[in-house]
């Protein structure tokens, strides 16, 4: 190991952060791992439970919205179908959101002993919510065999849109996060924002019934939620052209993903120095 | 070289106090902004107080120097390590450190209860710094001076405290920086842990490495540091040698109020019966030491005007720990008096006191039942540790710490097979 100097001056913050971080990514793995073998310790049915949530969801709203509602699918697929993609990465998303924004408190026993860049704790905090999305995406593919629903090539660009969720998901929690040290409202917050959210974005229903009333008020509105591109951009490449996809909203949910993303990174770098003097 | 230079270090605390509030909330800070944004001035007074935990702080640190500070509660010397940690940044000044710091504030740190032995190896390892191929090289070492190999698949939260502390010590120190922050983390675990990672701490520090060691214990650091800080309130006051520091440190922080005097009997202490006039410990140091410790007799004189005929008398001291617990009480005779001044003299001999902070109260008897006047924490002296020839820095148990008589001889050797 050679020597190198390290200099401690106020408001300057570690020249070589991204460096830093990423010879610390040896200590990311392990706190993701920690998180998640400590997820379902003590608990009878264990890593059922990532498969039980999602299908009890789907299985209530398939009932709620589809039975009772009578909301249309897209034509061509199956309501269940629907909805299980749209759980899948709305469940996704709020998850690692919910995690990223408590995640530096509830490393606070961390925070006040020891060194390391603190972006590792957010990062680390989506390993669990990505294992929970594996294992409601497998439930997806069993559905699909039921339903003999055969994916075409739109499959080969999931993973930019799981990478874009997962975006959605900084972008937002890294805000929360920071604020959370200081102000613990945001902890009562969250769960609010995620129930909301459920209903704003297009789960339960197809962005198409709003497309076609484009002529009220509060139509301009939805497009702005930047999940509404994700959600049926996830779709789409999950169960192709038949699902409802609009690039145009698409367009606006990246742009705006990445100036959030950009914003909330620089506002937690500038917090992280002062989080041991607030926590 | 020098490894570590603190140049013009201070951190300071903004406290808020508010009326009749815990904390800051979001809520308070919205109201607030909204009221100034309209131009109304709000009731609710937050005044701000400014508090320095660390105020000009300047000093150098040699390669292997094994540096000790001391302070007391507040001094500042956990917020100096957090510095040098850059676990809290500092308000002003600049630090260099040349070479890979581990910072050892607490033991275990990061210890998850569920999870098992082995996993928090690697977890509180990895917060340490370790790599995980450093780790699997030292795993044994770690697990065989822990002493928990039954245990390495058990979780943590089962284990008991002794042998959570004897895991998280054992995983810092088996870690291999160039320079150690350690704070406190003797003060935990039983003797012999103590005895044993002392030991290793001195083995480190023998290879060149070196130490910033913050703790309480004055013996430990006497035993394992050849340097010394001193920090008050925020400042740093000495350093240096550290017996020197040390002798120093303890003449100034020990609230001894050996003697007390009242000229004329009207502003004395006491009432219409009796009325002190001196009260005085005397110390009988032996060779040039300047502080009691276990080995020094002590004397303690009373004088007192009675001002009644005739009165039957007798003193009863009572000698109290800090926490108010009497150790013991001896009396004088009784005997009668007339009016006018009296002196009493009681010794207290050397190897009696343990170490500890005391408390001396004085009371004058009528007839051997009827107090006429106690005076309360007349005198109050601190017993420092002194001990030769032992390896083990523990606190040293019990109020007393007499030396009696108490013979080892063998009785039947067993002649050795060659």
Redesign the interface.
Known sequence: ?Q??????????SERHYWADLWRNR??MY??S??DV??RY??TALGTAWGLIRPLTTMLIMVFVFSKIAKLPPDPGVPYPLMVLGGITVWTFFSTAFTQISNSVTLNS????????PRLIMPISAVAVSFVDFLVSLGLFILLAIWYQFIPDWHLLLLPAFIVLALMASFAFGLFFAAVNV?????GQLIPFVVQVGFYVCPIAYSSRLVADKANEWWAPFYWLNPMVGIIDGFRWALLGERAYFNPKSLLLSVSIVFVCLALSLYFFRKRE??F??DI | MSVITVENISKQ?IIDHQKGKGG????D?ITENLKSLIGKKTKTTITHEEFWALKDVNFSIEQGDRVGIVGHNGAGKSTML????????????????????A?L??VG??F?P??TGR?NI??NG???GM??TEIRKQFDAIVAFAGVEKFLDT?VKRYSSGMYVRLGFAISAHLDP?IMIVDEVLAVGDAEFQKKSLGKMRDNSASGRTIIFVSHNLTAVQALCNKTLYFEKGRLIEQGETNQVIASYISKVSKTRLVRQWDTPKEAPGNDLVRIRRIELVPDYPDNLTHIDVRTPMTLRFEFWNQMDNANLNLSMHLNSLTGECIFNVGTQSQPYGKGLIAAECTIPGYFLNDGSYTISMMVVKDTVTPLFVMEEAITFDVEDYREGIAWYGKWPGYVRPQFPFHIKMLEPVASKQ
Request: proline letters at 4%; charged letters at 25%.
């Open positions: 190991m020597t190198h100097e390290v200099i401690i001056e106020p408001g300057r040896e200590l392990i706190l791992m920690r073998s400590v310790k003590q026993n961390l925070v006040t002993k020891v060194y390391f200081r102000f613990r409202d945001i120095n002062t041991v003097d | 605390y800051t909330t979001l809520r800070v957090k510095i040098l940690s850059k676990i809290i940044q500092p308000t002003t000044g600049m630090v260099r450190i040349k070479g890979r710091v910072s504030l607490e740190t990061g998850h569920e999870l996993e690697y977890l990895s917060l340490l790599s995980r979780p160039e």
